[in-house]
C-alpha cells in the first residue's frame, strides 16, 4: 500500500527532474505572446512581383516581418493559383444548379536567399479557400479574385512561418 507522503515526495521528485531537465534546453521558445518567435522583425528584401497574387504576399510579409534597408536575405516568392470544383456533377445537373462550390489553391516557389547569393532556404507552400459560382459571369470573376486573395493572405501567415523557422537555426 502506498503511503500518502510516499506518493507526495515521489510527485516532487518527478516535479524537480523535469524542471532541471527543461531548464537544460535553451531551444525552447514562445510562438504567441510577448517575446513570441511570432512577433520578431526580420530585415527582408523582397524580389520584385511578377503578379498581383506576388503582391499580396510580399505587402503582407512586409508587414508582420519587415523590410531591409540595407544589404539582408532576399525572399523571392512565385505563385501560381488554379481552381477546381468541389463536387462532381454530370454537366445537365451542373447546369440546374443554381449555384456550385469551388475551391481556389495558391501555390509558391520560396527562395531565400543571403546576400553573397546562397540559397538558405528553398521550398514550395500553398492554401486554398472556397467559394461559390453561380450563372452570373462578373460574380463568378468577383468571388474567384476574393478567394485568391484570401489563399495568398493565409499562404503569406504559412510564408513567414516557415521563414521564421528557417532563419532561427
Known amino acids: ?9 515521489g510527485l516532487v521528485a518527478i516535479v524537480l527532474a523535469s524542471a532541471t531537465s527543461l531548464a537544460a534546453c535553451s531551444g525552447l ?8 518567435v511570432t512577433e520578431q522583425q526580420v530585415a527582408l528584401n523582397y524580389a520584385a512581383p511578377t503578379s498581383r497574387t506576388d503582391q499580396i504576399i510580399y505587402e ?3 508587414l508582420k516581418l519587415g523590410k531591409a534597408t540595407g544589404p539582408a536575405p532576399t525572399l523571392t516568392v512565385t505563385t501560381q493559383s488554379f481552381s477546381r470544383e468541389l463536387t462532381v456533377q454530370s454537366s445537365s445537373v451542373a447546369q ?3 449555384s456550385l462550390m469551388r475551391e481556389m489553391e495558391v501555390s509558391a516557389d520560396i527562395k531565400l536567399t543571403d546576400t553573397s547569393g546562397k540559397i538558405i532556404f528553398s521550398g514550395m507552400r500553398s492554401a486554398t479557400a472556397d467559394y461559390t459560382t453561380n450563372t452570373q459571369g462578373l460574380a463568378n470573376d468577383t468571388a474567384a479574385a476574393d478567394a485568391i ?4 493572405l493565409a499562404l503569406a ?11 532561427s537555426k
Open 1 to 9: 500500500m502506498w503511503s500518502s507522503s510516499g506518493v507526495r515526495a
Open 29 to 36: 521558445h514562445p510562438v504567441y505572446g510577448p517575446g513570441g
Open 60 to 62: 503582407a510579409l512586409a
Open 96 to 98: 440546374a444548379l443554381p
Open 149 to 152: 486573395k484570401r489563399a495568398a
Open 157 to 167: 501567415d504559412t510564408i513567414r512561418l516557415t521563414l521564421l523557422g528557417a532563419l
